[in-house]
T-cell receptor, first 116, second 113 residues
Framework: NAGVMQNPRHLVRRRGQEARLRCSPM?????VYWYRQLPEEGLKFMVY????????ESGMPKERFSAEFPKEGPSILRIQQVVRGDSAAYFC??????????????FGPGTRLLVL | AQSVTQLGSHVSVSEGALVLLRCNYS??????LFWYVQYPNQGLQLLLK??????LVKGINGFEAEFKKSETSFHLTKPSAHMSDAAEYFC???????????FGTGTLLAVQP
């Protein structure tokens, strides 16, 4: 069973460009979480999605950031007009949410975004 | 609101010595707690989790953690460190209704030969 897949693993963008990060959850998982890890910091929750629905986006910056999880295909985290402060590692995690509380989240290898 | 605090951003031990990584939590409800490990340039791997079934939780790679409600702690231990244990370790608490994880700032473990 393949794990959570993220691509690209590394992404370099110039200020003002768009960054598009992809996440394919584990087979059978329909719940996706995105987290951001800034240099020298822990992971911070950004957004939680189910297929075709954003459930909790309380950690998403109000501007330039958006996320989707379409019925078919991977989840996408999109950052428009990137700035240097967006440089970070972005991790996706998935879970089946079969048991509710305390459900294990399985993490992908991350996308490391560098904004020049 | 739930939160976790990891004391000690850097811990260094000798190979074969006891590993103790500290985590204290704050939660208004019975917490679900996790320890994850992150190797350089990789994602997070679950070491173990506490879901109220037993206060002493055994995980992978010889790690275990004990939930102590009176101390609001969930410290991670391993009796004998191995060079391959060198990594960053994160404590996390389940954030509630949507199960988002709230992470500590991490502890970087170095193992000296």
């Amino acid at each position: 069973n393949a794990g959570v897949m993220q691509n690209p693993r590394h992404l370099v963008r110039r200020r003002g460009q768009e960054a598009r990060l992809r996440c394919s959850p584990m087979k059978g998982h329909s719940h996706v979480y995105w987290y951001r890890q800034l240099p020298e910091e822990g992971l911070k929750f950004m957004v939680y999605l189910q297929k075709e629905n954003i459930i909790d986006e309380s950690g998403m910056p109000k501007e330039r950031f958006s996320a989707e999880f379409p019925k078919e295909g991977p989840s996408i985290l999109r950052i428009q007009q990137v700035v240097r402060g967006d440089s970070a590692a972005y991790f996706c995690a998935s879970s089946p949410r079969t048991s509710g509380e305390g459900e294990t989240q399985y993490f992908g290898p991350g996308t490391r975004l560098l904004v020049l | 609101a739930q939160s976790v605090t990891q004391l000690g951003s850097h811990v260094s031990v000798s190979e074969g010595a006891l590993v103790l990584l500290r985590c204290n939590y704050s939660s208004s409800v019975p917490p679900y707690l996790f320890w994850y490990v992150q190797y350089p340039n990789q994602g997070l791997q679950l070491l173990l989790k506490y879901t109220s079934a037993a206060t002493l939780v055994k995980g992978i790679n010889g790690f275990e953690a004990e939930f102590k409600k009176s101390e609001t702690s969930f410290h991670l231990t391993k009796p004998s460190a191995h060079m391959s244990d060198a990594a960053e370790y994160f404590c996390a608490v389940d954030g509630g209704a949507t199960n988002k994880l709230i992470f500590g700032t991490g502890t970087l473990l170095a193992v000296q030969p």
